[in-house]
């Protein structure tokens, strides 16, 4: 029989306050205004969550959490709190981290398939109105239906210009196609692959059990996402991170309530995940957040304000640490009752005047007790992190990637066959029957439509008949067919 881990001391105001990692799965929230000590907290659960072997994944938005590898002790706000609170047995120490970068420049690529991504989210990404998405999702029916792998953007836009170009061979089996909503979905291909988009569709996709690791002293892997430039594409980052919760939940097994949780998951700026998105999907991340916890998955919303997430969230995140909020307009005064109505009551504590007067690194703090009912409030001081404030170097960043059991698998792409080199394999052949040049995948030979354009569905599921086989039987079709979201949306693999 394998023993609980003891409960991981968070704060301490008139007592310690402490999270019981058989309960660290039931989510949590991290809220408060600009510089009052969210980031700091945020590093204080993962050190805490790694020290009892559960790997940690997280966006680094603001560059500043790449020092938790080494031993802390260089900042003297640290040092000065550390004393006030006289933490038995408290020393300084750093972390395994895994570093990852959508981009490729500080830190692991992270990719994924055009296909694993779905039309749902490619759709938020590319700010796509309900009809060009339904162009979009008849695009990824027409490449599944036809066995045609799309891994990258230059696949999607392929397909997207050929259905566009062959509408009228498609409106019977499919619907209508719109010309217009395949130039809109062209120009936001094109947006996102300026974005570096171009980099983060591809493979290798990452495989998540890289995200699940622990180190040769059983301590759970950080992994650290590099976020700083992603965050000026907030969709890109949002559904990314979205994506990965629903990939987690497609593919981990049930797990009930364990002693500990498999993998915490922290989503940062999470106000950027719910703004401006559509109802179904609004009821997708709802019903995401609210499975996950029977896969030992742990999600924890870090945001200024606990409004910023919907009430259907918001009553699933048991663990809770509001920091200060500002209370100067009628709007923000109206946001501090709301977050104060959120807790259970403490008759010796006044929590809308205490939201307002919360220090730096100060909080108000509620967790669930063993039978899963939030403590009563408590305002407490968030414990100091052990690891280092400061950033690491450019050059110490760099050796840690190169350090990694990772290194050098993600930093090799793969460009196999796929629908972009099945199309343009088919025009050749068209071009070479017709005796005609110039045309590109998708376009009509100058002069209108050649007379085997009328059957040109049925050559491409003829020359598609091998890629279909091989996209059945792998990992990458068996994506493909389940669709968006897995079971999510009603799907099977």
Same mark, same amino acid.
């Given at each position: 029989?394998?023993?609980?881990?003891?409960?991981?001391?968070?704060?301490?105001?008139?007592?310690?306050?402490?999270?019981?990692?058989?309960?660290?799965?039931? @989510?949590?929230?991290?809220?408060?205004?600009?510089?009052?000590?969210?980031?700091?907290?945020?590093?204080?659960?993962?050190?805490?969550?790694?020290?009892?072997?559960?790997?940690?994944?997280? $966006?680094?938005?603001?560059?500043?959490?790449?020092?938790?590898?080494?031993?802390?002790?260089?900042?003297?706000?640290?040092?000065?709190?550390? =004393?006030?609170?006289?933490?038995?047995?408290?020393? !300084?120490?750093?972390?395994?981290?895994?570093?990852?970068?959508?981009?490729?420049?500080?830190? @692991?690529?992270?990719?994924?398939?055009?296909?694993?991504?779905?039309?749902?989210?490619?759709?938020?990404?590319?700010?796509?109105?309900?009809?060009?998405?339904?162009?979009?999702?008849?695009?990824?029916?027409?490449?599944?239906?036809?066995?045609?792998?799309?891994?990258?953007?230059?696949?999607?836009?392929?397909?997207?210009?050929?259905?566009?170009?062959?509408?009228?061979?498609?409106?019977?089996? !499919?619907?209508?196609?719109?010309?217009?909503?395949?130039?809109?979905?062209?120009?936001?291909?094109?947006?996102?692959?300026?974005?570096?988009?171009?980099?983060?569709?591809?493979?290798?996709?990452?495989?998540?059990?890289?995200?699940?690791?622990?180190?040769? =002293?059983?301590?759970?892997?950080?992994?650290?996402?590099?976020?700083?430039?992603?965050?000026?594409?907030?969709?890109?980052?949002?559904?990314?991170?979205?994506?990965?919760?629903?990939?987690?939940?497609?593919?981990?097994?049930?797990?009930?309530?364990?002693?500990?949780?498999?993998?915490?998951?922290?989503?940062?700026?999470? @106000?950027?995940?719910?703004?401006?998105?559509?109802?179904?999907?609004?009821?997708?991340?709802?019903?995401?957040?609210?499975?996950?916890?029977?896969?030992?998955?742990?999600?924890?919303?870090?945001?200024?304000?606990?409004?910023?997430?919907?009430?259907?969230?918001?009553g699933q995140l048991g663990n809770r640490v509001q920091h200060a909020l500002r209370a100067f307009s009628p709007n923000e005064q109206r946001a501090v009752k709301a977050a104060a109505e959120t807790f259970r009551?403490?008759?010796?504590?006044?929590?809308?005047? $205490?939201?307002?007067?919360?220090?730096?690194?100060?909080?108000?703090?509620?967790?669930?007790?063993?039978?899963?009912?939030?403590?009563?409030?408590?305002?407490?001081?968030?414990?100091?992190?052990?690891?280092?404030?400061?950033?690491?170097?450019?050059?110490?960043?760099?050796?840690?990637?190169?350090?990694?059991?990772? @290194?050098?698998?993600?930093?090799?792409?793969?460009?196999?066959?796929?629908?972009?080199?099945?199309?343009?394999?088919? $025009?050749?052949?068209?071009?070479?029957?017709?005796?005609?040049?110039?045309?590109?995948?998708?376009?009509?030979?100058?002069?209108?439509? =050649?007379?085997?354009?009328?059957?040109?569905?049925?050559?491409?599921?003829?020359?598609? $008949?091998?890629?279909? =086989?091989?996209?059945?039987?792998?990992?990458?079709?068996?994506?493909?067919?389940?669709?968006?979201?897995?079971?999510?949306?009603?799907?099977?693999?």
């Amino acid at each position: 029989m394998t023993i609980a881990p003891a409960p991981l001391t968070i704060a301490r105001g008139r007592k310690e306050i402490a999270l019981l990692p058989g309960m660290a799965n039931r @989510h949590g929230l991290i809220a408060g205004a600009t510089g009052t000590g969210k980031t700091v907290t945020l590093r204080v659960l993962a050190e805490q969550f790694s020290e009892i072997g559960v790997p940690v994944f997280l $966006a680094d938005v603001k560059g500043d959490l790449s020092g938790i590898p080494r031993p802390g002790g260089d900042n003297p706000k640290i040092v000065e709190r550390a =004393a006030q609170l006289k933490l038995d047995g408290f020393e !300084y120490r750093g972390y395994p981290v895994t570093f990852w970068d959508l981009f490729g420049e500080e830190g @692991h690529p992270v990719r994924a398939t055009v296909s694993e991504m779905g039309p749902l989210l490619f759709g938020r990404i590319l700010n796509l109105n309900d009809i060009q998405c339904g162009v979009l999702t008849l695009a990824f029916k027409i490449a599944d239906d036809n066995g045609m792998l799309l891994l990258d953007l230059k696949d999607l836009r392929s397909m997207t210009q050929f259905i566009g170009d062959n509408a009228g061979q498609f409106r019977t089996s !499919y619907g209508n196609i719109a010309a217009a909503s395949v130039g809109a979905i062209q120009r936001g291909l094109l947006e996102l692959e300026e974005q570096g988009g171009d980099r983060f569709f591809g493979e290798p996709a990452l495989d998540l059990q890289d995200l699940l690791q622990t180190d040769p =002293a059983g301590r759970g892997m950080i992994n650290i996402l590099a976020a700083s430039r992603l965050m000026t594409s907030p969709r890109l980052y949002s559904t990314f991170l979205l994506y990965l919760l629903s990939e987690l939940f497609e593919q981990l097994p049930e797990v009930g309530d364990p002693q500990k949780p498999g993998l915490v998951f922290f989503f940062d700026e999470a @106000h950027l995940l719910f703004t401006d998105a559509p109802k179904p999907l609004l009821e997708k991340i709802e019903q995401v957040v609210r499975l996950i916890r029977s896969k030992g998955v742990g999600v924890y919303f870090v945001t200024q304000n606990p409004m910023d997430v919907p009430e259907r969230v918001l009553g699933q995140l048991g663990n809770r640490v509001q920091h200060a909020l500002r209370a100067f307009s009628p709007n923000e005064q109206r946001a501090v009752k709301a977050a104060a109505e959120t807790f259970r009551s403490n008759p010796k504590l006044d929590v809308v005047k $205490a939201i307002t007067e919360l220090g730096v690194g100060e909080a108000l703090v509620s967790v669930l007790d063993a039978k899963g009912t939030p403590s009563v409030v408590e305002r407490a001081f968030i414990l100091p992190p052990r690891s280092r404030l400061t950033p690491l170097s450019p050059e110490e960043r760099a050796q840690a990637v190169r350090d990694s059991v990772l @290194h050098g698998h993600y930093e090799k792409t793969v460009d196999r066959e796929s629908a972009y080199e099945k199309l343009k394999e088919k $025009a050749a052949q068209r071009q070479a029957d017709e005796g005609a040049g110039g045309s590109i995948p998708g376009e009509a030979p100058k002069g209108g439509r =050649a007379p085997e354009a009328r059957s040109e569905v049925g050559v491409l599921i003829g020359a598609m $008949a091998k890629s279909a =086989a091989h996209a059945i039987g792998s990992q990458i079709g068996r994506q493909i067919i389940r669709g968006v979201l897995g079971s999510i949306l009603g799907g099977r693999r």
